[in-house]
């Protein structure tokens, strides 16, 4: 954020951190980010699995996106982190510098192309490439749609939250 405001002369509306519709943004972003959480984990997922297993010859290691001790307090630090920190600083980097910026300079496509694998590189593991790839063009196309990161960065806690709830309840 510093560095768009000193070195571009640039204020925060500028990354898309503002809306003139805040509320009904807030709550599109929700389910959207439902939406996009309920696409990737039905349809993506399922077959990013099936390409693994043609291409690799077996089926895709299981994930362990949180390979943590999952005591009560790590559970809420990763929470906060997951839910809260984690989607605002990816919303204001991903979509707001990066898409932004490309876009820009390019059409549509190949910037939400481009900044949907920079998202996906910087996920790993690698058997959710696809998946994460599909999410940031999802969340590329919202900001494209509203104009605003305040619908991302709902959509992108809502996927965090219900994720990041499905990982705990599964190893709890």
Do not use: C, K
């Amino acid at each position: 954020l510093a560095w768009v405001r000193f070195r571009y002369r640039e204020s925060l509306p500028a990354l898309g951190l503002h809306s003139r519709r805040g509320l009904s943004d807030g709550v599109i972003g929700v389910f959207a980010g439902l939406a996009l959480l309920a696409v990737a984990g039905f349809v993506v997922f399922p077959v990013e699995s099936f390409l693994w297993e043609a291409v690799a010859g077996n089926p895709p290691p299981p994930v362990e996106q949180l390979p943590l001790e999952f005591t009560t307090p790590v559970i809420v630090a990763a929470a906060v982190l997951v839910v809260g920190i984690t989607p605002l600083a990816e919303e204001i980097f991903f979509r707001g510098f990066l898409f932004g910026g490309l876009r820009g300079r390019l059409s549509f496509l190949p910037s939400a192309a481009l900044s949907s694998a920079a998202f996906a590189l910087l996920h790993p593991p690698l058997q959710l490439g696809i998946l994460i790839f599909f999410v940031g063009f999802g969340l590329a196309a919202l900001y494209e749609w509203r104009g605003s990161l305040v619908v991302n960065i709902a959509a992108h806690m809502a996927f965090n939250l219900l994720g990041y709830t499905f990982i705990v309840l599964n190893r709890t």
